[in-house]
């Protein structure tokens, strides 16, 4: 029997932990559906802050000016919630290692490019684990170019890119896209570009979607005329 396609695009940012474990949830959905489903990703940027500086913000000073000073003392159980969540995932979250919150323009832009090259899953993914496990600075053009090359981007689509044009007024027309599509918050994933779904669910949730998406064909046992390979 013939697989049914599904669409999925994921709304996401690169500094957003949940986005991360959204990602390997949807991942463990699919593969689980992999019988049934054909799927088609695509990443679409989302800047929780696109007026970090470009130089980073210390971690704890974004959080005081977006949530308050009273956020401090809820730090280290928002870690452990998550790496315990991480965990569950197969992803090893280290925030000790994350002093700075990222600006993650250039690095959607990457996504961008990745997904003209047709590896945007993996640049994605490896975006993630180089700030969330290894604590990698997200807008250092340097660490990003060596991300896109390990990650199948010709190493000539990376020559003067982050010093060039490309990729900044589609990155600014997806996001615009984004939010005339009514988010406001990720991780989010539209599938056939009609249905959202908001926050890192777990697989079963996305199993539910699947079905009520594309539901799989029941054969119905109707009597009739018909033509038999006997040529009856």
């Given at each position: 029997?013939?697989?049914?396609?599904?669409?999925?695009?994921?709304?996401?940012?690169?500094?957003?932990?949940?986005?991360?474990?959204?990602?390997?949830?949807?991942?463990?959905?699919?593969?689980?559906?992999?019988?049934?489903?054909?799927?088609?990703?695509?990443?679409?940027?989302?800047?929780?802050?696109?007026?970090?500086?470009?130089?980073?913000?210390?971690?704890?000073?974004?959080?005081?000016?977006?949530?308050?000073?009273?956020?401090?003392?809820?730090?280290?159980?928002?870690?452990?919630?998550?790496?315990?969540?991480?965990?569950?995932?197969?992803?090893?979250?280290?925030?000790?290692?994350?002093?700075?919150?990222?600006?993650?323009?250039?690095?959607?832009?990457?996504?961008?490019?990745?997904?003209?090259?047709?590896?945007?899953?993996?640049?994605?993914?490896?975006?993630?684990?180089?700030?969330?496990?290894?604590?990698?600075?997200?807008?250092?053009?340097?660490?990003?170019?060596?991300?896109?090359?390990?990650n199948g981007i010709p190493a000539a689509r990376l020559e003067g890119f982050f010093e060039s044009e490309q990729g900044k007024a589609e990155v600014r027309q997806l996001e615009q896209?984004?939010?005339?599509?009514?988010?406001?918050?990720?991780?989010?994933?539209?599938?056939?570009?009609?249905?959202?779904?908001?926050?890192?669910?777990?697989?079963?949730?996305?199993?539910?979607?699947?079905?009520?998406?594309?539901?799989?064909?029941?054969?119905?046992?109707?009597?009739?005329?018909?033509?038999?390979?006997?040529?009856?």
């Amino acid at each position: 029997m013939e697989k049914q396609k599904l669409k999925i695009d994921i709304v996401s940012d690169i500094n957003c932990p949940w986005c991360y474990v959204g990602d390997y949830r949807l991942k463990k959905a699919m593969a689980e559906a992999a019988d049934t489903f054909e799927f088609d990703i695509t990443f679409k940027p989302f800047e929780l802050n696109p007026n970090i500086p470009q130089q980073g913000m210390d971690r704890s000073e974004y959080f005081v000016k977006n949530y308050g000073p009273q956020i401090l003392s809820q730090i280290g159980a928002m870690n452990k919630r998550l790496t315990e969540a991480g965990a569950s995932e197969g992803i090893d979250f280290k925030f000790d290692k994350q002093t700075m919150v990222n600006n993650t323009f250039n690095g959607h832009r990457l996504i961008w490019l990745a997904g003209e090259c047709g590896v945007q899953q993996q640049v994605a993914e490896a975006l993630f684990y180089s700030y969330f496990t290894e604590g990698l600075n997200m807008n250092d053009t340097g660490i990003l170019t060596e991300i896109g090359l390990a990650n199948g981007i010709p190493a000539a689509r990376l020559e003067g890119f982050f010093e060039s044009e490309q990729g900044k007024a589609e990155v600014r027309q997806l996001e615009q896209w984004a939010q005339s599509s009514g988010i406001t918050g990720v991780p989010a994933f539209i599938i056939n570009n009609k249905y959202l779904i908001s926050g890192a669910q777990p697989p079963e949730a996305f199993h539910q979607v699947f079905a009520q998406v594309a539901p799989a064909l029941e054969k119905i046992t109707l009597s009739g005329d018909s033509c038999g390979i006997d040529g009856c």
